[in-house]
């Protein structure tokens, strides 16, 4: 019963927590399905018997069995959408720091603009290229 009670507390903490962060800007589905899982949650802590039930249900030897597959799919599921999403930022921020570089360079022949090139450099380039 005493587990009960701080499993319980738990879910309710992580689900304030994730509540408060999510601010106005969070979307409607993500609510709902943190609010599912809260319910799911609270249901297998007060009735640790329905995964028995849900194991034998779909052909799987134990509850606890079944709660690891579950886990196991979800996590796959996180890391798979994680990874989708640093790509996409990390593809944002190269194009961003391309796009201030090139803002940043000045324009040739204009007042105050220095040389791309070293005066010196220029000449190790041109042999280099056979001019």
Not at 13 to 36: E, F, T
Not at 47 to 74: C, E, H, K, Q
């Amino acid at each position: 019963m005493l587990i009960q009670i701080l499993l319980l507390v738990g879910i309710a903490l992580v689900a304030a927590v994730l509540l408060r962060r999510a601010g106005a800007r969070h979307q409607a589905i993500r609510r709902l399905a943190l609010v599912a899982f809260g319910a799911f949650a609270v249901t297998s802590v007060i009735f640790p018997n329905i995964w028995n039930a849900l194991a034998r249900l779909v052909g799987v030897g134990r509850g606890s069995d079944l709660l690891l597959y579950g886990t196991i799919m979800v996590l796959l599921g996180y890391m798979a959408t994680s990874y989708i999403r640093f790509r996409e930022l990390e593809n944002r921020f190269t194009k961003l720091a391309r796009r201030i570089a090139l803002d940043e360079v000045p324009a040739p022949g204009k007042p105050g603009s220095s040389s791309a090139v070293l005066p010196g450099a220029q000449a190790d380039v041109d042999s280099a290229v056979g001019l």
